[in-house]
T-cell receptor, first 116, second 114 residues
């Protein structure tokens, strides 16, 4: 059973370009979470999605950032008009469900975004 | 709102010595608690978790953690550290409802001296 897959692993964008980060959850997992890790910091929650639904986007910046988890295909975190401050590692996690058996999240290897 | 504090930013121990990494949380109900380890440039690996029951939980790689409700703590311990344990360690708390998201501490970097 493959783990959580993220691609690309490394992404370089110039200021003003768009960044698209992809996450394929573990087989059988229908819940996806995105976290951002700035240098020397812990992970900060961004958004929680189920298939075709955004459940909690309280950690998403109000502008330029969006996320989706379509019925088919991976979850996408999209950053428009990137700025240097967006440089970070972006981690995706997935879980079977929530509640006592589902709160355990499995993390992908992350995408390291560098904005030049 | 839930929060996690890891008071020690950086800890250095000698190989073979014991280790304790501190974690304090703030949460209104019984929390779900986790410890993760992250090696440089890698993702997070779950070491252990606490949902309910026995307050001393065993994890992988010889780690254990004890949930102390009275102190709002969930400290990670290992009796004898190996050089390969050098990494960054994160404590996290999750809602025990259907909210799903986890709140992470800022991490403790462990250095192991030979």
């Amino acid at each position: 059973n493959a783990g959580v897959m993220q691609n690309p692993r490394h992404l370089v964008r110039r200021r003003g370009q768009e960044a698209r980060l992809r996450c394929s959850p573990m087989k059988g997992h229908s819940h996806v979470y995105w976290y951002r890790q700035l240098p020397e910091e812990g992970l900060k929650f961004m958004v929680y999605l189920q298939k075709e639904n955004i459940i909690d986007e309280s950690g998403m910046p109000k502008e330029r950032f969006s996320a989706e988890f379509p019925k088919e295909g991976p979850s996408i975190l999209r950053i428009q008009q990137v700025v240097r401050g967006d440089s970070a590692a972006y981690f995706c996690a997935s879980s079977v469900a929530t509640g006592s058996s589902g709160s355990e999240q499995y993390f992908g290897p992350g995408t390291r975004l560098t904005v030049t | 709102a839930q929060s996690v504090t890891q008071p020690d930013i950086h800890i250095t121990v000698s190989e073979g010595a014991s280790l304790e990494l501190r974690c304090n949380y703030s949460y209104g109900a019984t929390p779900y608690l986790f410890w993760y380890v992250q090696s440089p440039g890698q993702g997070l690996q779950l070491l252990l978790k606490y949902f309910s029951g026995d307050t001393l939980v065993q994890g992988i790689k010889g780690f254990e953690a004890e949930f102390k409700r009275s102190q709002s703590s969930f400290n990670l311990r290992k009796p004898s550290v190996h050089w390969s344990d050098a990494a960054e360690y994160f404590c996290a708390v999750a809602h025990n409802t259907n909210a799903g998201k986890s709140t992470f501490g800022d991490g403790t970097t462990l250095t192991v001296k030979p």
